[in-house]
């Protein structure tokens, strides 16, 4: 992940690393809506599909982002939920659209 501030908006871009191959994954953009406080996210991946979140830090340490159809909040399609424990560490859960937990774990900074 690289992660780079333009002006209010932030991009973050996500690689594959397979045997030393750095491939491009997705870019995702961020901006901040002083109307309803949250992110709108949009994800672009390499293979041509996309995705809308919208997204808040609900505590201190806890992000949450919610995929949803163009960003109509009503239609939640998933949750994923950020915990971030350590500096360089944090622990990922995610949901369906019904709220049942579908997967979790943990990403670590390297180098």
Do not use: C
Not at 20 to 29: H, P
Not at 69 to 96: C, K
């Amino acid at each position: 992940m690289v992660f780079e501030q333009h002006g209010k908006a932030f991009v973050e871009t996500d690689y594959n690393l397979i045997k030393g191959n750095k491939s491009l994954e997705s870019i995702w953009s961020y901006s901040y809506s002083e109307k309803n406080g949250k992110f709108k996210i949009f994800a672009l991946y390499s293979n041509g599909n996309y995705a809308t979140w919208i997204a808040s830090f609900t505590a201190e340490k806890k992000w949450v982002q919610e995929l949803v159809q163009n960003f109509d909040p009503v239609s939640i399609i998933a949750r994923a939920e950020i915990v971030f424990d350590t500096p360089s560490s944090f622990i990922g859960t995610i949901y369906d659209g019904k709220g049942v937990k579908t997967e979790e774990g943990r990403v670590t900074k390297v180098k």
